[in-house]
């Protein structure tokens, strides 16, 4: 396993060094930090997301290192990069020194962005759970349902904008605790839309998209990215792009 993540970490690297010479949406390019370690449950959808990003990094000008090597977070590794994406990493997976030199690097203005599974990830960790500001409950069975757009006022939502409402198939989150008093939520699950044998996933008030930027750090999440169309979706794409771009603090 060691050895294919290396050799899909060297394919990335190569592969976006190369693309980002050709097509550039921006001149300067940005060092993106992907991590998708799972100790708990494991997205299928990991292999989808990677792809995406390196599809992505030809235009975007995206050098891409992708890892599940938690060992590699020192201050050294993290120096090099302008944003951390962690794409589905589940479970308790960054030993205490990996989280103290991730701090460091946050708080050194940096960019986070989570996708799907981040909720679900290192519950012990006061920091990261400030910065993600969403710890994963439960679900309903994965189906379509309805988001509801609250605002478009960040990068992330001109994708979606003109339009109030956006139906897909994904696994809908419920979280612990409501984000909404500590993040500027973009958009939030129309419950109505979901089919399921009890209420216990049910929010009332379900935020599923939001933003913060704190001290220098800009953090974003976003529920979508449970399937592997997620990552197919050109909207939810171009989503997860703008938010990727934000918070590299390309675009504001």
């Known amino acids: 396993m060691r050895n294919l993540l290396l050799l899909l970490l060297s394919f990335l690297m190569i592969n976006t060094a190369s693309n980002a010479q050709k097509n550039q949406e921006f001149e300067k390019p940005i060092n993106i930090l992907v991590f998708s370690k799972t100790a708990g449950f494991r997205h299928a ?3 989808s997301g990677l ?6 990094s030809r235009g975007q000008n995206w050098v891409i290192t992708a890892t599940e090597d938690a060992t590699l977070f020192t201050d050294e590794f993290l120096a090099r990069f302008d944003v951390a994406v962690f794409l589905n990493p589940t479970g308790d997976a960054i030993e205490v020194e990996g989280q103290e030199a991730f701090e460091k690097f946050m708080k050194s203005g940096k960019g986070f962005v ?8 290192e519950y012990e960790w006061e920091f990261y759970g400030n910065l993600n500001t969403g710890y994963f409950l439960t679900h309903p069975p994965a189906q379509k349902a309805t988001v509801i757009f609250e605002n478009f006022d960040h990068p992330a939502m001109k994708p979606f904008e003109g339009k109030e409402t956006y139906t897909t198939i994904d696994e809908w989150y419920s979280f612990k605790e409501n984000p909404r008093p500590h993040v500027n939520i973009l958009a939030r699950l129309d ?3 979901i089919k399921a044998k009890d209420d216990k996933w049910k929010m009332n008030d379900h935020p599923l998209i939001w933003w913060n930027e704190k001290d220098g750090m800009r953090s974003f999440y976003t529920v979508f990215g449970h399937t592997h169309e997620a990552f197919q979706d050109r909207l939810i794409i171009d989503h997860i792009k703008n938010a990727i771009n934000w918070a590299a603090k390309r675009i504001d």
């Open 51 to 56: 792809k995406m990003l390196s599809d992505n």
């Open 45 to 47: 959808s990991i292999s």
């Open 114 to 121: 989570g996708i799907h599974a981040a909720a679900d990830f």
């Open 191 to 193: 419950e109505s839309t």
